[in-house]
């Protein structure tokens, strides 16, 4: 009897230690983007980001973020167009961020690189995150200038303020409706 209770003690503490994984919700991770000079700032929204947030038995969080260009909107048909098919996008279809970081009182600061048109650079994501029953809710904003990732434009219009709101849920849980 001992040796049972031990046993199962045992695949407790194992079960309660292993690897977490957390996934995007379909249709409930929301990207806006505002780009430009004020005069001439251009807003664009996506809910195409997908990847997910492993939570590691060393208590780090491992990320994995991927976001299809073709995915934004701007509510102009003729400049979503335009953006689809211009080179940029049909070489490079997808933005990518790997990096990790230590949760702390509801915060995470994900430290990594992101991929942005074939050009990696370091970027850190500052995450809010609150769970809300079997999911998380994570919110984060931030700033990338274009030129860091080849593309030459004027002072002031290289400018992209990016937010994400996103609902999380483990992996192997059923999608809510």
Do not use: Y
Request: glycine share 10%; no cysteine.
């Amino acid at each position: 009897m001992t040796g049972r209770l031990i046993a199962l003690v045992l695949v407790l503490v194992g079960a309660a230690r292993a690897e977490k994984t957390w996934i995007f919700e379909p249709g409930q991770a929301l990207v806006a983007i505002e780009a430009g000079p004020r005069h001439a700032r251009v807003s664009a929204v996506s809910l195409g980001l997908s990847g997910s947030l492993r939570e590691l038995e060393n208590g780090t969080v491992s990320a994995d973020l991927r976001l299809s260009l073709v995915s934004f909107t701007t509510g102009n048909a003729s400049r979503d167009l335009r953006a689809r098919q211009g080179s940029d996008a049909a070489q490079h279809p997808e933005i990518v961020f790997e990096g990790a970081g230590s949760p702390r009182d509801g915060n995470l600061r994900l430290r990594g690189t992101l991929t942005l048109l074939g050009q990696q650079r370091p970027l850190d994501i500052p995450l809010a995150i609150a769970r809300a029953g079997n999911s998380q809710i994570a919110h984060g904003a931030f700033v990338i200038h274009l030129r860091d990732f080849g593309l030459a434009l004027p002072a002031g219009a290289d400018e992209v303020r990016i937010e994400l709101d996103a609902a999380l849920r483990p992996e192997g849980a059923l999608a809510s409706r």
